[in-house]
């Protein structure tokens, strides 16, 4: 048994928009381990005390303008908030975990390493990842110059890219990306990603309806195109509920219009679209140019 409590940081959105996801995610925690857990939800602020304060109008605390979430930078800020001790697992909300999370906290990590993520030489994924807080310190500006600074989400994920030594990869389950070919068995970490197929989306936005509420994302929503995943989330909605649990138990006070990078033109990813491949031509032609190109280092968002 893990001693001490394991540690889950949750990037959230600050307007209530989420809440199924964040009750789904703490069932499915839950459900699959005996061990301590702890949840922080990571939310925009108007407390000029919390973590996660941000004043839009006078460009104090958080700056989310080129964010793609309402929370992408936050994760930088997880090793601090742990006073740069032992580890800290930080998620997306939009995750089901379908493992002992236990199993994630104690992934063995290189000297060299600041953080367990998916990915590999040419790539990092950093939306569910464990952070060695103590090691992150070396790395990590203070937390108020990471809050003050616009830049500093766009600027720490280029450290990742200048320093792939610091990411530490994990087995691609751990944070599986809208099924990837893999049964629901095989799955560690569902994390369902592209942004207009979230399983969530038909019981959050008919309640945001409700409350003349629009949802953050302001793509396109289409459907998942795995019947067996959404009807996984389905089930883990269901029994969230028959344990007592409720989405409006997640509640807080609003913090109202944020700036944001829009998602009118999202592309989603091709495991959700593989209608985006299916012109023959186009995709031969870029077989061709990714011969020639020049490998680079790629991050999530």
Not at 64 to 87: H, M, N, Q, V, Y
Not at 88 to 111: K, N, T
């Amino acid at each position: 048994m893990i001693s001490e409590n394991i540690k889950i940081f949750v990037g959230c959105d600050p307007n209530n928009c989420d809440l199924e996801q964040l009750m789904v995610l703490e069932h499915s925690v839950r459900k699959h381990t005996q061990h301590n857990v702890e949840f922080i939800w990571m939310q925009l602020s108007h407390d000029i005390n919390s973590p996660w304060y941000s004043d839009q109008e006078t460009n104090q605390g958080w700056s989310t303008a080129k964010w793609a979430t309402p929370f992408s930078g936050f994760r930088w800020a997880i090793p601090e908030l742990c006073d740069f001790k032992g580890r800290a697992i930080y998620m997306d909300a939009d995750v089901v975990v379908l493992c002992d999370i236990a199993e994630l906290w104690s992934h063995p990590m290189s000297d060299e390493a600041i953080v367990i993520a998916k990915g590999g030489k040419s790539s990092a994924r950093l939306c569910t990842c464990v952070w060695d807080c103590s090691k992150a310190k070396e790395y990590l500006p203070p937390l108020d110059e990471i809050r003050s600074d616009p830049d500093s989400h766009k600027n720490l994920m280029r450290l990742i890219k200048d320093k792939p030594q610091l990411v530490e990869p994990y087995r691609d389950s751990y944070n599986n990306i809208d099924g990837e070919d893999l049964t629901i068995e095989q799955i560690k970490v569902l994390h369902y990603s592209d942004m207009g197929t979230q399983f969530s989306h038909k019981y959050a936005i008919p309640r945001l309806a409700k409350m003349d509420q629009k949802h953050w994302f302001d793509g396109k929503i289409m459907p998942h195109p795995r019947q067996d995943l959404i009807e996984l989330f389905d089930e883990y909605y269901a029994e969230a509920l028959e344990l007592g649990y409720k989405p409006e138990n997640y509640l807080i006070e609003p913090f109202g219009t944020f700036s944001k990078a829009t998602q009118i033109n999202y592309q989603g990813n091709k495991v959700t679209r593989p209608d985006q491949e299916t012109n023959w031509f186009n995709k031969q032609i870029r077989k061709i140019k990714a011969k020639f190109k020049k490998p680079t280092f790629t991050l999530d968002g």
